[in-house]
């Protein structure tokens, strides 16, 4: 059975960093790719951050520069570095896994950005 557990959201100030993490419990590389997407409340799930198996990256415009994803392959982990977080940022964020055509999606973690 595939699961991602995600861990890391909370409550961080405008300007605030928080760093998101994404256990596997298979093998990262076994999925292609593998992203975290966010919903904020009354809005579609959104794409933020994409690491295909080769390593290469894609980001949403809305969070190019502030974000960053990167994976520990030995840790079977995806993590999203987010500084520079700003209001709009405040959403449920949730890890996606992508194997054998078959979508896997964690339980989500909030992110609340507030002053």
């Known amino acids: 059975q595939v699961q991602l557990v995600e861990s890391g959201g909370g409550l961080v100030q405008p300007g605030g960093s928080l760093r998101l993490s994404c256990a596997a419990s298979q093998g990262i590389l076994s999925f292609n790719p593998m992203g975290w997407y966010r919903q904020a409340p009354g809005t579609e799930r959104e794409l933020v951050a994409r690491i295909y198996r080769g390593g290469s990256t894609a980001y949403a415009d809305s969070v190019k520069g502030r974000f960053t994803i990167s994976r520990d392959i030995a840790k079977n982990s995806v993590y999203l570095q987010m500084n520079s977080l700003k209001p709009d940022d405040t959403a449920v964020y949730y890890c996606?896994?992508?194997?054998?055509?078959?979508?896997?999606w964690g339980q989500g973690t909030q992110v609340t950005v507030s002053s």
């Open positions: 996606n896994g992508v194997r054998f055509s078959s979508d896997y």
